[in-house]
């Protein structure tokens, strides 16, 4: 048994009735969901220009079309437009009962009725929409992107901000100011009087006592008390002045292979330096292992070494001889000998230059003369017999010693003031106090600058300094030569 | 004669029927209705009303409308199971000799009325037990079928519970039906006074046979039942179950345990008898909404919150009926699926 042609037509158009109010709910949620990233386009519209406007619309009307392409692809079951019928016009259920039993094998004789009376009654009814329309949630958000959409495309492009840093150099500065004062917004004027307010009422209202040390007066409030022993206590401090320098040491770092190689040890002595790169070669190989080029290369480095003062010029002379006959072992052999005789000199050196009484001073030149010549005297020659540090050992009377001529002369003309710190009261501010007195504590400068330029040239000439810096050093002598 | 004559034919048969009731019984025409639904789907009704509602009064006269035996039990603490289903006595016959012969009890009878049926002793209740379920009874090891079509009618009183026994929910489930006779309307209660008070009596005619009511049970069960509808019927009987995943609040909170399946089948039969009555080929939802409170009451155990709280089951069952309508609209919505 089919079901009747009236319940057939009845449920198909129910269905066509679901699938248009499917088109429109799917479509209006196809349209919300499109017009967000619309209005990221027409937020846009700076850069993208008149497209954005055309590309938005286009979006809207690609997520209504896919919207309502969707909504018209779902399937509605004949029993479900069946059900929906049978609610809308009162049917009881007569049209889904009839349309699910008259397909059924196991039918009961009441069935046939059933359909008959359905269909009747079917045909009676008067086709109107009973598919209620109903609003995706979606719906409700709707209006505010298409505000948003709306006023986009009447505003004019909104300002996006640029990807470049703020320039902060003085000159822009001065054109913002002019640009400022040439403008004619209220709140663009009222700006510099923002800027006022907001200092910090700390650094407005504190003000800086002026040390007793200090030899240039200063006035409250005044900020250069801050800065009194750098070169930016005579002026304002200036910000972009600073970031100039920065810029100027950060190019410096990009030259990476004009940087100092800050991992070597450069106040290591010859001896150290020798004896790592011969330790760096050797590396636990045995002699025949060895390379000979840079053993040749270590011999010369050390016989270049010795004709400045050394004696191990002959234990390398015999070293390069072996080597040039293919006895690395003996080379290396003459190698020690030198390394061992350049530690001699090294350590004979480094005791003269021990750490001495503070007395020496008045000693007078007798433990200078002593350390003179060639500096190879112990640490005991520091002191004659019976002098020393401790009490009664001196050639004072007083078991102290004597105090400097200065302290004798006035004592309070040098000390040192502090107070506590604020917080943990772990340590002092404290201030050198006293006025440069007459003392000689000058020495002849002309005599010695000179002195000190050739042991600069000597220091350059033996590469202890980085080839980078020698011109800044002979700069720095010059300017002292020159006063 | 064809379906849709035999058809017309029961909606004739029931509305006669009916109105043979309503000669004597006045108002009530819902709990007449659920009565004969009751009856022409094969189950038992049980009414629950104060005294001097005429539930009695109401099954004698459908038993007097009837072409059928009736008999009245009025159940007492002292029943004994025998005085209702009978018991084997010796009897001597003209020889002289004795034998046993069984003696049947008043529950051999199309429409048993069993009379505050509370008041029985559970195990005289018990016996009426294989009775209502089997439609026979078991004496001496035979077992005796009762005569069909068979029809009992409890009545039972709610207020007086002092020296009664409640049914077994067991009991209580065999009844496809439990009707509350609430108290007359003014106009009804006039109209009772007009009725009960004249020297007349009034005159009941039998106007269905049994034959007729087995042959209109059969067509009934002929009446087609959409899957929808009957999923409807299966949702409500699961919401009254509180260990279910999907049961409503009230269920969880005020139910102990819910419905049996008998509940279910209690639904879609007397749908089928309401849609009948109707002139209606097919069980609609409303035919299940409209018996849920009758199907579903007597079924539906509060636990002590409920209890406590005094819930009523009809306002419970009402609740439930509503969110499993709610919930299956919206799942059936064209336009979420």
Redesign the interface.
């Known amino acids: 048994m089919t079901s009747g042609a009236a319940l057939d037509r009845l449920v198909r158009g129910v269905s066509a009735q ?1 699938r248009r ?2 088109v429109e ?1 799917h479509a209006l949620r196809g349209f919300f969901w499109a017009s967000l990233p619309a209005v990221v386009l027409l937020a846009l519209k700076g850069p993208l220009g008149p497209r954005a406007v055309l590309a938005a619309g286009a979006l809207l009307l690609a997520g209504a079309l896919l919207g309502g392409v969707w909504g018209a692809l779902k399937h ?1 079951s004949r ?3 069946a ?2 019928a049978d609610r809308a016009f009162g049917l ?3 049209v ?3 349309l ?2 008259g397909e059924r094998p196991d ?8 359909v ?2 359905a269909t009747a009654r079917v045909e009676r009814l008067e086709p109107r929409q009973i ?1 209620r329309r ?1 609003l995706p949630r979606e719906a409700r958000f709707l209006p505010v992107p298409l505000v948003a959409a709306l006023a986009l495309t009447l505003a004019p492009a909104l300002p996006l901000p640029s990807p470049r840093l703020p320039d902060f150099t003085p000159g822009s500065q001065e054109e913002d100011k002019d640009a400022r004062t040439g403008s004619g917004l209220l709140e663009e004027r009222s700006k510099p009087e923002a800027r006022e307010r907001l200092r910090p009422p700390a650094f407005e209202e504190r003000e800086f006592q002026a040390r007793s040390g200090s030899s240039t007066a200063s006035t409250a409030g005044d900020l250069s008390a801050v800065f009194k022993d750098t070169s930016l206590s005579s002026q304002r401090p200036d910000f972009n002045s600073f970031l100039k320098r920065g810029d100027e040491r950060l190019k410096l770092l990009e030259q990476v292979d004009r940087l100092p190689d800050l991992a070597s040890d450069f106040t290591a002595s010859q001896y150290k330096m020798v004896f790592r790169k011969s330790k760096a070669l050797a590396g636990g190989l045995r002699p025949d292992q060895i390379s000979p080029q840079k053993l040749k290369e270590l011999l010369e480095e050390m016989e270049r070494l010795g004709r400045k003062g050394g004696n191990w010029s002959g234990d390398v002379g015999e070293g390069m001889e072996a080597l040039e006959g293919g006895q690395t072992d003996k080379a290396m052999e003459a190698m020690q000998k030198a390394l061992d005789k350049m530690r001699a000199q090294e350590e004979a050196q480094r005791s003269g230059k021990g750490l001495r009484g503070g007395r020496d001073t008045d000693r007078g030149g007798a433990g200078r003369d002593r350390r003179g010549g060639d500096g190879s005297g112990g640490e005991g020659e520091d002191f004659g017999e019976g002098e020393g540090l401790l009490p009664g050992k001196g050639r004072s009377t007083s078991p102290k010693g004597e105090a400097s001529r200065r302290l004798s002369a006035t004592p309070y003309d040098v000390g040192v003031e502090g107070e506590s710190r604020r917080g943990r009261k772990d340590g002092y501010d404290t201030n050198m106090t006293g006025r440069g007195g007459p003392m000689a504590s000058r020495l002849h400068y002309l005599g010695v600058i000179g002195q000190y330029r050739k042991l600069m040239e000597d220091a350059i000439t033996r590469e202890a300094v980085p080839r980078d810096y020698h011109s800044q050093i002979k700069d720095y002598f010059q300017a002292l030569d020159e006063r | 004669m ?3 004559g035999r ?1 017309r034919e029961f909606v004739s048969a029931f509305e006669v029927l009916r109105a043979e009731v309503e000669k004597v019984i006045v108002g009530h025409r819902e709990i007449i209705n659920h009565v004969l639904i009751g009856m022409f789907a094969g189950g038992h009704v049980l009414l629950e009303g104060v005294p001097g509602l005429g539930k009695t009064l109401l099954v004698k006269t459908l038993s007097e409308s009837l072409e059928l035996s009736f008999s009245r039990i009025q159940f007492t603490p002292d029943l004994m199971p025998a005085d209702i289903i009978g018991t084997n006595i010796i009897v001597e016959d003209a020889d002289g000799r004795k034998y046993f012969q069984f003696q049947q009890g008043p529950l051999f009878a199309h429409i048993v009325l069993a009379d505050e049926i509370n008041r029985a002793t559970p195990k005289t209740q018990s016996a009426l037990l294989e009775g209502m379920q089997e439609a026979s009874v078991t004496v001496g090891g035979i077992s005796r079928p009762l005569p069909a079509p068979f029809f009992v009618l409890a009545t039972q009183n709610p207020i007086e519970m002092e020296g009664t026994y409640p049914l077994p929910e067991a009991q209580l489930d065999r009844f496809l039906l439990k009707l509350r006779v609430r108290y007359p309307a003014i106009e009804e209660l006039n109209a009772i006074i007009d009725r009960t008070t004249q020297s007349r009596p009034v005159a009941v005619e039998r106007v269905m046979s049994g034959a007729q009511v087995l042959a209109y049970r059969e ?1 009934i069960r ?8 009957r999923d409807f019927a299966s949702g409500i009987v699961m919401a009254t179950h509180p260990q279910w995943a999907d049961a409503p609040e009230v269920t969880r909170r005020f139910v102990r345990y819910g419905a049996s399946p008998r509940g279910a089948q209690a639904l879609i039969l007397g749908g089928k008898v309401r849609a009948l009555a109707e002139g ?7 035919d299940l909404k409209a018996l849920a409170a009758p199907a579903l009451r007597h079924r539906v155990i509060l636990n002590f919150e409920g209890e406590a709280e005094g819930i009523d089951t009809d306002t419970l069952v009402s609740q439930i009926v509503e969110s499993v309508e709610a919930s299956t609209a919206q799942s ?1 919505e ?2 979420v ?1």
Do not use: C, G, K
Not at chain 1, 107 to 114: D, E, P, Y
Not at chain 2, 222 to 229: K, S, Y
């Open positions: 679901v109010r499917r709910h509605t029993a479900d437009a059900r929906l009881e259920d007569r889904a009962t009839a699910e039993w039918r009961t004789s009441l069935v046939a009725a059933l008959a009376d598919v109903i | 064809t379906d849709d058809v067509l002929e009446v087609p039942v959409a899957a929808h509808v209606r080929y097919n069980v609609s939802v409303d059936r064209p336009f699926r």
